[in-house]
């Protein structure tokens, strides 16, 4: 395609700058592939490189350093002890101490059971005592994969720790070279309050995440790979096993083995999709329209307004959803003012989020806009805060130009608007695609899709993935390993949107930047 | 005659605007009028029902028949106290420690440059695309083995809502990043040391957004209803109010219980309410940063 110029671009008429935008957009979409590529590849070199050099760097201090270096090498912390620096000695040291014992009375058996995920199962064995067969618990898969995979971020941890004692002692020899004085344990804690400030703040933090986020992601990514489901749990009825892609193989082939998978999968996804879109710019824009209507001027009792919509954020979710879905249920007040009202006849009351016609089109529809009355009043905060900054005299300039308020509007609010919030839409449309609270708490999923219920747990036209995933692992069968795949590809689509939308956005986006 | 025609076109075409303005705000009025009725309806709705004595289950009509009192003393008689206090306990405490770790995530990745931070917001970043609930099963299992599942549920919901919540950085890092560095340069160049920075100069600037995270703290585990049904997992002891109430709509207990659940509602929604108007003004502060900031 030809690319065009600012000055040409500005002689385009309107259709063709759309379709030149529109044509840039899609074409920047391989590059970026390319550059992705690329840049994953540039990280593997980068990443191959660097511990090259870490080893280089780790020989060179052995070859070079004096005995107490060498000494470290075996013996963690040696040198900073016989340097002085008793504080950090000493925990180097308790740290290998500590590491080696929990390596040799427990880790190493976690290790080596993790290729396999337990040997032994629950068996039936006799028993002398109560002379007849009991059952006999063997190794437990679970535990096996959790603390395995604990056990590998402690080595890892280990390493790290190690490196950044040779390293200790390769500074220190520099230091004490070059004649000055090394810093003393009461100088250590003070820079726990000082320079280093920042690791003593992001401790807690980090550990928190590290066991509570990063570690149960790992091992659900690697459940993925397993068949835990309830009747392989591990412990009780039978121990797990590695299957390898199989899960991945049957959630994506378009032939399982009597349920099909893939097609359940397309179809729960394109909801999801479609869900998210309306969800985020039916919201977006009501929302904005709604802080305009209010901030017009001229308009009264603007606190009044607003503080009637900030209170439905204040009352939890949980009540207005569930009492809200109440409402739109058959004998619910809705269908009760409409038989008052004569409009439908008390024998057919519409089930609003129920009605299984056309794929669950009511139901579907039901959730948007259910999901409108949800949203509106956070837009109108984020957009109330928004028009307040755009600078009056824009406004004023281009009236006395001619602009009418529509133009007003297209010209200067809404690219206003979007340049703003650009990230927080993307957030915005990620997190609908998750929005388990709404959808469950609305409907449940329902109405049932008969089509794609013998999929495991029963699915219905409202379910998203992320509600799927729920019915999947509370399920009769609890498929634990397909719930983990489901996780996962919810995490590709995911990641995929957000990277696109990240990197090839902008470069279209520039040039109408705000000016 | 130009010279009359001139202004008497003008007038009429400011009165022509002005009749326009009127009649746009008009619409706007009903607009607003319209939009405030459907958003309080479902509110006005079951406070008038948690009144209705004369049955308990779903009438199609709103207003009762018969006033009263009978379904909040109902309410006593449940296991809603306990559910009610189960929630206020994991309310205060997450706030307060969630608080915190945000504080103290936010600040940091704010104010210090180390080599790790661009990697690690990165990495934060990615880990926030995972489906939070896939977590659930092995965090079950692990509080389970720790004994914090069921009637402990309390201390377990606590451990999990704190323990992830340095993810939620973003509103408050961007908070900090309006507060002008040279203040803590200032600082520093006085000789105080980072902490001391931090004690004394951000964190009374800091007031807004501190009690904006206390503010959502507190109010994100009243509405939470997965995690915990499923860490409490049938044993009424261990629910919080949102778990303890779904059950109340169940299809075999919506008959006796719908009223209550109406009392209920408005039982908890009633303090939420009321601190959130109260610190309104911090909410909205808070919400506008972060979505302009992203």
Known sequence: MKKYSDLEYLQLSKGKRFLYKLASFFLAIPTFFKNLGLGIGRFFKNLVLSIGREFADIFSTFKNGDWKTKVSYLVMGFGCLARGQILRGLLFLAFEVIFIVYMITTGGYWLGMLPSLGKIGPHEEYSVVHDAYTTVYGDNSFKILLYGVLTLFFIVAFIYTWRANVKQNKIAEQILKSGKKLRSGKDDLRSMVDDNFHKTLLALPLTGILLFTVMPIVFMILVAFTNYDGAHDGFNNALFQWVGLDNFRTMLSWSGSGVNYSATFGEILSWTLIWAFFATFTNYFLGMFVAMMINKKGIHLKKVWRTVLVMTIAIPQFISLLYVSKMFSLNGIINGLLIDLKLISPSNAIDFLGNNAHSGLLPRIMVIIINIWIGIPYLMLIATGILMNIPADLYESSKIDGASGWKQFTKITLPYMLFITGPYLLTSFTSNMNNFNVIYLLTGGAPTNAAASGAAGSVGYTDLLITWLFKITTGAESKYYLASVVGILVFIVVAVISLIVYNVLPSVKNEEDFQ | ?294
Not at chain 2, 76 to 99: C, E, G, P, R, S
Not at chain 2, 112 to 138: A, D, E, N, S, V
Not at chain 2, 225 to 247: C, D, E, P
């Open chain 2, 1 to 294: 005659m130009k010279n009359e025609t001139a202004p008497a076109g003008s007038l009429k075409r400011h009165m022509g605007l002005k009749a326009s303005n009127t009649i746009s705000n008009t619409i706007i009025y009903i607009l607003l009028v319209i939009m405030s009725i459907v958003w309080l309806i479902p509110f006005i709705c079951i406070v008038l029902q948690s009144f209705r004595v004369e049955s308990t289950w779903q009438v199609g009509y709103v207003i009762p028949k018969q006033w009263g009192w009978k379904n909040y003393i109902d309410l006593w008689h449940t296991d809603f106290k306990k559910w009610y206090l189960n929630t206020l306990i994991i309310a205060l405490v997450t706030a307060v420690i969630q608080t915190v770790i945000v504080l103290c995530m936010s600040y940091t990745l704010s104010r210090f440059r180390f080599k790790l931070r661009k990697p690690l917001m990165q990495f934060m970043l990615i880990l926030g695309m995972f489906p939070g609930m896939l977590t659930m099963i092995i965090l079950y299992r692990v509080l389970k083995d720790l004994g914090l599942t069921q009637a402990n549920a309390v201390p377990g919901l606590i451990l999990v809502y704190v323990a992830s919540s340095g993810m939620g950085y973003y509103v408050s890092k961007g908070f900090f990043d309006t507060i002008p560095k040279s203040l803590d340069e200032a600082a520093r160049v006085d000789g105080a040391t980072r902490a001391q920075v931090l004690y004394k100069i951000i964190l009374p600037l800091a007031k807004p957004i501190v009690i904006y995270t206390i503010l959502t703290a507190f109010m994100a585990p009243w509405g939470d209803f997965v995690f915990a049904r499923y860490i409490s997992f049938g044993t009424s002891a261990g629910m919080n109010v949102a778990v303890g109430m779904y059950n109340w709509l169940n299809l075999d207990q919506i008959g006796q219980c719908y009223t209550r659940f109406c009392a209920g509602g408005v039982i908890v929604a009633i303090p939420v309410t009321i601190l959130f108007m109260c610190l309104q003004k911090y909410y909205v502060e808070g919400v506008t940063g972060g979505a302009v900031k992203g």
